[in-house]
């Protein structure tokens, strides 16, 4: 079946876009071993065993390039395969095969290369990878804090990677079991370019695919507990504070991106904002403050760096500002500045092929049109009234601190 086959004609740029994508239960064995999958297939194929092989391969069809990796999407587990390609008009081939470039996706997602050589190879950069990215302290500490905030939802506390207890047990038999279940999960395929395949023959190129079954992410928001306060020692230089905020989440998902992105924005996006100027400009106390969007979650998350002499003022002040807003105090000039940034980051994306092309597989995901127009048009009809509705409902969930 090929219901779940889109193909999306788009003429304005010299590259394409393919990509077929499953969906998982999120779980932190899940996660550990789609992560480890990925590496091997990023690594080699059965057709092309080495990594030298099979970026020789890809350069020579349309310098192509190919990237396997996993995405958190709620309690959904996304496990993504997608190639880019220069297109037809760009390379001047009367020769070109359109179905050459399916057939190779097909290959690489069909037929890994699933050897011991080629699994420790993985599972050696899995590991360092895994270090690289918690070696550094505010990743480290945005962990803990959703290891936290997510104590009685384990299965929810790793957006990347998974655990690396759970990554150093796999074995080579428990990556050929993920994988042959991974064939049998709910499918989906993205077509965007100029020159595309037919939906048939893409069905017939993944014939191990049933593109027939319900695909979809399934939102998750924090459970009901009374806010947390938690602090851990480390031996760092400056202190690491995350806090959470969980918002309206019977919003459709569509509205918590654009409004939960627009206060992210707001609080932390630049040098003008809120957090910006009263925590590092005016106190002195933040080396970095960084606000974040999780849609999926329906919760905002506010990072920063701190001095350690100066965290509990900054936080006060994080604090302030989010109560000053549920008291209706907007600066309206930053607001109108977020706004048309945000309206110019939409257009801006809609010249980015990669972009619109992950617009598209969130917006599959999630039942929701997230075109330009429709991201330019509601962000342009945003009012004060509807922003500070939507920030007076923000709930303290859980204030972390590694220090």
């Not at 994508?21 to 990023?42: E, G």
């Not at 008291?327 to 977020?338: M, T």
Request: charged share 15%.
């Amino acid at each position: 079946m090929s219901e779940h086959i889109y193909l999306l004609p788009e003429h304005k740029f010299s590259t394409g876009n393919l990509g077929c994508f499953f969906c998982f239960p999120l779980t932190q064995a899940n996660i550990a071993k789609a992560s480890l999958l990925n590496f091997m297939q990023n690594n080699a194929s059965q057709n092309y065993p080495s990594m030298y092989l099979q970026t020789k391969y890809l350069a020579s069809l349309y310098d192509a390039h190919f990237s396997a990796y996993t995405q958190v999407m709620g309690q959904t587990l996304l496990v993504s395969y997608t190639l880019n390609y220069v297109e037809p008009r760009a390379v001047l081939n009367p020769d070109y095969d359109s179905q050459q470039v399916v057939s190779a996706l097909a290959e690489l997602v069909q037929q890994p290369l699933l050897t011991p050589i080629n699994f420790q190879l993985a599972k050696l950069q899995l590991q360092d990878a895994w270090h690289d990215f918690y070696d550094l302290p505010s990743n480290l500490a945005a962990q803990r804090f959703f290891a936290s905030l997510f104590a009685d939802q384990r299965d929810l506390i790793y957006s990347i990677f998974g655990p690396l207890d759970t990554i150093s047990s796999l074995q080579l038999s428990d990556l050929q079991d993920f994988y042959d279940k991974m064939l049998q999960q709910p499918a989906m395929f993205i077509g965007q370019g100029a020159a595309l395949p037919s939906a048939a023959e893409i069905a017939g190129q993944f014939n191990q695919l049933d593109f027939g079954q319900t695909i979809g992410a399934v939102s998750s928001v924090p459970a009901d507990p009374p806010a947390k306060v938690v602090t851990e020692k480390n031996q760092f230089d400056q202190s690491q504070l995350v806090l959470g905020f969980v918002y309206n989440d019977t919003l459709p998902y569509f509205s918590r991106e654009i409004l939960g992105e627009f206060l992210a924005a707001y609080l932390a996006g630049d040098e003008s904002s809120i957090l910006f100027q009263r925590v590092r400009e005016q106190l002195g106390a933040a080396y970095a403050i960084d606000g974040s969007n999780y849609p999926a979650l329906s919760l905002l998350v506010i990072s920063a760096s701190l001095d350690k002499q100066k965290k509990d003022i900054a936080q006060q002040a994080i604090t302030k500002a989010i109560l000053d807003l549920q008291a209706g105090q907007l600066n309206h000039g930053l607001f109108e500045k977020c706004k048309q940034n945000m309206i110019r980051r939409f257009l801006t994306s809609n010249d980015n092929a990669a972009a619109i092309f992950e617009r598209t597989v969130i917006g599959k995901m999630f039942n929701c049109e997230l075109t330009s127009r429709a991201c330019v048009r509601t962000a342009a009809q945003l009012s004060p009234a509807e922003f500070l509705d939507f920030a007076s409902k923000l709930e303290l969930k859980e204030s972390y601190c590694l220090q």
